[in-house]
């Protein structure tokens, strides 16, 4: 059973705070990076960030540098989303995807190995 699961995500107030999981089962996650998209209604997917597969460097998107920040936990096989002061725009379902590589902003598709369903965030008063 060869799997990425998203977790963590809900319902919250604007300047709210949420953490999002993306939990390997059936590989390890130690060898991959590991970026996360987001789809918000009405809209494509769009890159949110990354975290690499070897030196744990990050990277995120401007539009949400300052709030949110990528990290690993390789005893847990799990990489962390965590989003801080939270906006309405930020709605969306989140997911994450694996593949070998170090992150840019011009990953091809077809070097993600592995993606997950996604999870929803939504953020409204």
């Known amino acids: 059973q060869v799997q990425l699961v998203e977790s963590g995500g809900g319902l919250v107030q604007p300047g709210g ?15 991959y990076a590991i970026s996360w998209f987001r789809r918000a209604p009405g809209k494509e997917r769009e890159g949110v960030g990354c975290i690499d597969m070897t030196d744990n460097n990050t990277y995120v ?18 990489v962390y989303l965590q989003m801080d002061s939270l906006k309405t725009e ?3 379902v989140y997911s994450c995807a694996a593949g070998v590589f170090y992150c840019s ?6 070097l993600y190995d592995y993606w997950g369903q996604g999870t929803q965030v939504t953020v409204s008063s």
């Open 17 to 31: 705070s949420l953490r999002l999981s993306c939990a390997a089962s059936g590989f390890a996650l130690d060898y």
């Open 61 to 78: 998107e401007d539009s949400v540098k300052g709030r949110f920040t990528i990290s690993r936990d390789n005893a847990e096989n799990t």
């Open 90 to 92: 930020d709605t969306a």
């Open 105 to 110: 902003n011009d990953v091809p598709k077809t």
